[in-house]
């Protein structure tokens, strides 16, 4: 049974950071491209940011590029996203998706999901 683990949410003050992490079991880790994605109340789910399986591309969203940075572990299972300058706009619950993928391209749609962790920037 694959699991994603999301962690490091919380509240932070504009301009702070945050290190989101997610733990992945149950499947071939290094297999798999990973994402970070995001959803507001009312708004629609973005991606934030992917990883290949082999941590060499990635790719951002146009709102958080230079500011979040995507990364893996392989031998831990665990992806992260490290997030600086954060913005009250980048408040959402924020997921960790994996994606059988051995491509340097993100993937189109991802097939297992974390439950999120929610993040959340005071003016």
């Known amino acids: 049974q694959v699991q994603l683990v999301e962690s490091g949410g919380g509240w932070v003050q504009a301009g702070e950071s945050l290190r989101l992490s997610c733990a992945a079991s149950g499947l071939t880790f290094e297999n798999y491209g990973m994402a970070w994605f995001r959803q507001a109340p009312g708004e629609e789910r973005e991606l934030v940011a992917a990883?290949?399986?082999?941590?060499?591309?990635?790719h951002y969203g146009d709102s958080v590029a230079g500011r979040f940075t995507i990364s893996r572990d392989n031998a831990r299972n665990m992806i992260y996203l490290q997030m600086n300058n954060l913005k009250p706009e980048d408040t959402a619950r924020y997921y960790c998706?994996?994606?059988?993928?051995?491509?340097?391209?993100?993937?189109?749609?991802?097939?297992?999901w974390g439950q999120g962790t929610q993040v959340t920037v005071l003016k």
């Open positions: 998706a994996a994606d059988l993928n051995r491509s340097s391209r993100p993937s189109f749609e991802y097939t297992y």
């Open positions: 990883i290949d399986f082999r941590a060499e591309n990635t």
